[in-house]
C-alpha cells in the first residue's frame, strides 16, 4: 500500500525545484490551468495541454505527472522517450485503460497539483 498524500507532494516538490529558475507566477499559472483541465477534462487532456500548449514548465510537469503515474505501483512504466505523441499513446494504452485506476490516478494528480500550486506561490 502507497501513501499517496506523500507520492503527491514528493512530485509537487520536484515540479517546484525543476522550475526555480522561472518566474512563480509563471510556474503558478501552468499549474492553474493543468489542474482545471484535469478536473473537467481528464488525464489525457491534461497531458495534450501541457505538451501543446505549456513549453518548458509543461515539459516539468508532464515529467512528475509521469513518474508519480509509475510511482502508483501498477506498472504502468515510462513511456519509451519524452516526445508528445509516445507520452500520449504511453496514458491511453495504460492509465485510462482500468476505469478505478483512472480515477485513482486522476485524483492523486489534482493533490500533486495543488501541492504544486501552492508551493509556486510559497517561493515568492
Known amino acids: 500500500m502507497h501513501?499517496?498524500?506523500r507520492l503527491a507532494a514528493h512530485h509537487a516538490q520536484?515540479?517546484?525545484e525543476a522550475t526555480k529558475s522561472k518566474k512563480s507566477?509563471?510556474?503558478d499559472n501552468t499549474i492553474t490551468?493543468?489542474?482545471g483541465i484535469l478536473q473537467e477534462d481528464g488525464v489525457y487532456a491534461c497531458f495534450l495541454y501541457l505538451l501543446a500548449k505549456e513549453k518548458e514548465n509543461g515539459k516539468a510537469v508532464v515529467k512528475e505527472m509521469?513518474?508519480?503515474l509509475d510511482g502508483l505501483g501498477f506498472d504502468w512504466g515510462q513511456p519509451a522517450d519524452d516526445?508528445?505523441?509516445t507520452i500520449?499513446?504511453?496514458v491511453s494504452d495504460t492509465v485510462t485503460v482500468d476505469l478505478e485506476r483512472l480515477l485513482l490516478a486522476k485524483e492523486t494528480l489534482e493533490q500533486m497539483l495543488i501541492y504544486a500550486r501552492y508551493g509556486a506561490k510559497a517561493r515568492d
Open 3 to 5: 501513501n499517496l498524500d
Open 14 to 16: 520536484r515540479i517546484i
Open 25 to 27: 507566477s509563471e510556474v
Open 33 to 35: 490551468k493543468a489542474l
Open 66 to 68: 509521469l513518474g508519480l
Open 83 to 85: 516526445n508528445a505523441e
Open 88 to 90: 500520449l499513446k504511453h
